[in-house]
């Protein structure tokens, strides 16, 4: 059974930084894409960021690109994401999410989320 477990949330200051976590157990991620998704209050679910797990190849939305980077420490089975330049805007729950390569996010596993607060 895959989890993720992420930790790193609170409030900061607008332009200020954090960096979120997500512990990865239960199985090789060897052929997994990991991402980060955003849900703000009365919002939809929104992705942030993905990754490789194999290779590393990382894709942002255009609202985070040169902001946010993600990352991932294989022989951890840790992912990342290093928020700078925060903006009230970021604030939203942010989960950590992982699928199969081929497969659909519809079908990812999800941790409990982790609330990013940004203040102006």
Sequence with gaps: ????????????????????????????????????????????????ATIAWSGGSTTYTDSVRGRFAISRDSAKNMLYLEMNSLKPEDTAVYYCAGKEGGSSWSSAYWGQGTQVTVSS
Excluded: D, H
């Design 1 to 48: 059974q895959v989890q993720l477990v992420e930790s790193g949330g609170g409030l900061v200051q607008a332009g200020g930084s954090l960096r979120l976590s997500c512990a990865a157990s239960g199985r090789t991620f060897s052929n997994y894409f990991m991402g980060w998704f955003r849900q703000a209050p009365g919002k939809e679910r929104v992705i942030v």
